[in-house]
């Protein structure tokens, strides 16, 4: 049996460091430290054997970070990095990573896209050239987009066709607004491509915090399943961030009774077999 995988975490420290995204009075309740000692109880007793740990912030030193508390802690499977994608440097950067201890956790790379201006950043060609090299190295790319970004995400996917790309959140639907066409016409467009995998997460934190369940995620949730289908769905609590909108072990229980309604088989691979695949993970 395939371990249970949390495929997208995070770690941080305000007082350590600066989250420019964490501004404002809505996100004072996770404005605090969290780390290992937080989430392993909550990984026991929601019967999860893994995690994969996820970037914040535009920072190679928060990447060193997290290479070094994974080398530290068995239950992190993997580490989604960021690097500099427009640095000439980076493939010598992700060899670097790759040396220290934990490298070899080093499964992904991530940017915070949807924070760019250009809605287009992902077609750049220095952007471009940055994705060779973090595909040479055989590792994934997450991608944090949203509606908005979606078309420069479909061209990119479309131009690395024998590359691992993984959607964050699905690409954060506006879930409190209501059912969005535009989105849903993009993520079918997306999911086309056979090379790309979405996660599962993110989804409580789009809807209005105090007014959710999974009857309102639903939608949403199949919606995504019908477009990648079974083997490409990938379940992640986007913990601590989701501390929002509900606890650890509520928003997990969600998001399994949404991918139970498709099938077993289906909440079976997106809480193990999926992340494996796009991560490279050891089996």
Not at 175 to 196: K, P
Not at 200 to 219: C, F, H, I, K, N
């Amino acid at each position: 049996m395939s371990r249970v995988i949390d495929a997208h975490q995070h770690f941080w420290d305000p007082g350590r460091a600066d989250y420019p995204w964490m501004a404002g009075d809505a996100l004072a309740p996770i404005r605090r430290p969290y780390g290992p000692a937080d989430l392993a109880p909550l990984l026991r007793e929601n019967g999860l054997d893994a995690s994969i740990l996820v970037q914040t912030r535009s920072s190679l030193e928060e990447t060193e970070e997290f290479l070094r508390i994974a080398h530290a802690t068995p239950f992190i499977a993997g580490v989604v990095g960021w690097v500099d994608l427009i640095d000439p440097a980076v493939g010598d950067t992700i060899d670097r990573l790759r040396g220290l201890p934990g490298g070899e956790k080093l499964v992904g790379i991530r940017h915070q896209v949807h924070d760019e201006a250009d809605p287009a950043w992902l077609s750049r060609g220095d952007v471009r050239r940055g994705l060779d090299s973090v595909f040479a190295h055989d590792l994934t790319y997450d991608l944090l987009v949203r509606t908005r970004e979606l078309p420069a995400a479909i061209a990119t996917v479309r131009a690395f066709p024998k590359a691992r790309f993984v959607l964050d959140h699905a690409a954060k639907p506006p879930i409190a607004t209501g059912f969005d066409q535009a989105w849903a016409d993009r993520i079918a467009e997306l999911a086309a491509c056979d090379n790309v995998w979405c996660k599962v997460s993110g989804l409580a934190t789009e809807a209005v915090w105090t007014e959710w369940d999974a009857e309102r995620l639903q939608p949403y949730v199949a919606h995504v399943a019908r477009c990648f289908g079974e083997d490409r769905l990938i379940f992640g609590s986007d913990w601590p961030v989701c501390l929002l909108a509900g606890g650890y072990g509520e928003i997990k229980r969600a998001l399994e009774q949404c991918l139970a309604q498709l099938g077993p088989e289906i909440r079976d691979k997106a809480f193990g077999r999926n992340a494996i695949a796009a991560y490279r993970l050891p089996r």
